[in-house]
């Protein structure tokens, strides 16, 4: 079983940027599609953004449309999000996931998870 492991978490000023990563123990991201949710305590797990496994199409939550960036490195089995211009309700603890499908935005149909990371920023 692949495993994911989320890092770049941490405490940010409003305006201010993070990089998350997401390193995968296999080559997961080749041959699966990929994506970032988050989640708010108390609130259901979100959808941020994703990247088709071919690395040619992207779709994001219209909240973070224009500030975040997936992008991925095949090379080192590995899944970022940029987050630019960040605002105090994008804190919460970040996920990266992977899905047998090309690409989705619907948290049911990922099959594999990271521990989460947390991300806040202060206004």
């Known amino acids: 079983q692949v495993q994911l492991v989320e890092s770049g978490g941490g405490l940010v000023q409003a305006g201010g940027s993070l990089r998350l990563a997401c390193a995968a123990s296999?080559?997961?991201?080749?041959?699966?599609?990929a994506g970032w949710f988050r989640q708010i305590p108390g609130k259901e797990r979100e959808f941020v953004a994703t990247?088709?496994?071919?690395?040619?199409?992207?779709h994001y939550a219209d909240s973070v449309k224009g500030r975040f960036t997936i992008s991925k490195d095949n090379a080192k089995n590995m899944l970022y999000l940029q987050m630019n211009s960040l605002k105090p309700e994008d804190t919460a603890v970040y996920y990266c996931?992977?899905?047998?499908?090309?690409?989705?935005?619907?948290?049911?149909?990922?099959?594999?998870w990271g521990q989460g990371t947390q991300v806040t920023v202060s206004s």
């Open positions: 996931a992977a899905t047998s499908l090309v690409a989705s935005f619907k948290e049911q149909e990922y099959e594999v």
């Open positions: 296999g080559r997961i991201f080749v041959n699966y599609g």
């Open positions: 990247l088709s496994r071919f690395g040619d199409y992207t």
